[in-house]
């Protein structure tokens, strides 16, 4: 009502909004007469289609008057490209222009009423006084500091149990409450996997203020994975306990296998780092196959995916942590170092049952590499990986840069750029709806194309040291498959161990240990 009369004091009189539609369909009327030929008519309508689009803009912009009137337009336009001759339109303009004078006239009867009280009789010493409202609004901020300490204390008891116990009891009950509470109750967000696009655009935008829970989600873990290893992925990250709880039997994959689909993951993250950092998606969050299911709706492909990963979920050890998850690659980077991480038990007999119950193959055993070589072949093994890792990473920096094109299309800016040139080049009778918004609100191409320009100079620059890491990362994953080493006892891979302890049952000294206690 507050819109109405704010268009309603724009006028004075129904008079006035009947005056400008009159003199329109004198237009029509006279254009229609005077015509020689359907080319010359399909101009003259349009061009005074584009006017009275001008003049619906002009008089409101109330999303509930600028429907109906398109629909108007659309009609005319229909009419237009239907009739087969002058003699047939020559025979309805009459019948068209009573039906857009009521139409009209129905559309702005409420808001010449409302210009009748534009002016309200001023009462200034009533003394009323107006009722002061309060409304009720979720506290999510209380919501973001519950998440933030559950979600620290569960991975302190994550890191107590499979660190000091050796218990793998207490990470299945954690991996419960995270799927029912951080999964299903707050829908799987914000999460931890998501929070990476909040950080990379914090990086590049000024304006844009992190909210300090998603900061905090996005670095605890990190902190905690440093401290004690990857104990966020035991059962505290609601994806990853999901699949977790799924898991029946876990078939092994070659070594080279794995090693190829462990590059997904690392170039997952640098593309949603570089998608965020353009602003242009958010494309952890659009493609997430596990929201849907935790919030019973949404996306049908993305749901059938989803479902999907959790049937291999029963036969394979967390195919998404493994081969997807770009947090999970950012996780595994700082697990090399952590301070502390799980062991193999002291008094280890090589019974090799921890080896086999590992469902992420984390557990590297003995290892007599019988492959001898001489010093100056590993000398020239090594100066042919410092080769290869520069040739790798200046390979897919040209590569990306040279897409950087196609990859600026994910712009919303960008589309609708190629959309308004598309149909300037070949103009169609119905225009996508992004275009006919873009003229409707009188949008410039030379401004559009200004902005589209930067864009794509951002992507060139930001492609690069994608296609750079990418290259990299593929370099770096080619000579870690090389590498052959001895190992004389069972070790734990820190960068692989999601710290689950399914080892603990399986292993007969570790039973004892436990026992003693």
């Not at 989803?306 to 998404?320: D, E, N, Q, T, Y």
């Amino acid at each position: 009502m507050t819109s109405a009369i704010g268009i309603g004091n724009q006028v004075s009189s129904l008079r006035d909004l009947e005056l400008p539609v009159h003199r329109l369909i004198r237009k029509l009327k006279h254009t229609v007469n005077k015509v020689s030929s359907l080319r010359d008519l399909e101009l003259s309508v349009h061009r005074l289609i584009r006017k009275l689009k001008h003049t619906v803009n002009k008089v409101s912009s109330l999303r509930d008057l600028e429907l109906p009137m398109h629909r108007l337009i659309r009609k005319l336009k229909h009419t237009v490209n239907k009739v087969s001759s002058l003699r047939d339109l020559k025979r309805t303009p009459s019948f068209r222009m009573r039906r857009v004078f009521t139409v009209l006239s129905v559309l702005f009867l409420p808001l010449a009423a409302a210009a009748q009280n534009r002016f309200p009789k001023p009462d200034f010493e009533s003394g009323y006084r107006y009722p002061e409202f309060s409304y009720f609004v979720p506290n999510e901020t209380l919501w973001g500091v519950i998440d933030i300490a559950l979600l620290v204390v569960m991975m302190g008891i994550a890191a107590y149990a499979v660190l000091k116990r050796r218990k793998r009891t207490p990470v299945f009950v954690v991996s419960i409450i995270s799927v029912l509470y951080f999964g299903f109750f707050r829908s799987g967000c914000v999460c931890s996997v998501g929070a990476i696009q909040n950080v990379a655009l914090s990086f590049v935008d000024a304006s844009y203020v992190i909210p300090l829970a998603v900061f905090l989600m996005f670095m605890l873990p990190i902190l905690f994975t440093f401290l004690f290893g990857r104990v966020f992925c035991a059962g505290v990250c609601p994806f990853g306990a999901l699949q977790e709880l799924v898991n029946v039997k876990s078939f092994r994959l070659s070594k080279a296998v794995s090693a190829v689909l462990g590059v997904i993951p690392w170039v997952y993250l640098i593309f949603a780092i570089l998608y965020a950092a353009t602003r242009s998606q958010l494309i952890i969050c659009r493609f997430d196959p596990f929201i849907g299911i935790f919030r019973l709706g949404g996306d049908f492909g993305m749901i059938a995916f989803g479902s999907l990963l959790l049937i291999a979920s029963v036969f394979i050890g967390r195919p998404f942590c493994r081969f997807l998850c770009p947090y999970g690659a950012l996780l595994s980077l700082f697990a090399r170092f952590s301070v502390r991480q799980v062991t193999i038990t002291p008094s280890c007999i090589s019974c090799d049952l921890c080896r086999h119950a590992c469902p992420v193959n984390a557990i590297r055993p003995p290892y007599e590499n019988r492959v001898k070589e001489n010093r100056m072949a590993g000398v020239k093994r090594l100066l042919a990986y410092f080769v290869l890792l520069p040739v790798a990473a200046l390979t897919g920096a040209l590569l990306l840069r040279t897409a950087s094109d196609s990859l600026s299309s994910a712009s919303k800016d960008v589309r609708l750029y190629e959309q308004v040139m598309q149909n300037e080049e070949n103009p169609q009778d119905v225009q996508p709806v992004d275009v006919e918004v873009f003229f409707s609100q009188e949008g410039r191409i030379d401004e559009l194309a200004l902005r589209v320009a930067g864009i794509r100079g951002t992507f060139r620059t930001y492609s690069t040291i994608a296609g750079a890491l990418v290259g990299l990362v593929i370099g770096l994953s080619l000579v870690n498959l090389s590498l052959k080493r001895s190992r004389k006892t069972y070790e734990i891979d820190r960068s692989a161990c999601v710290a689950c302890g399914r080892c603990f049952s399986y292993c007969p000294q570790n039973k004892k240990i436990t026992d003693k206690r």
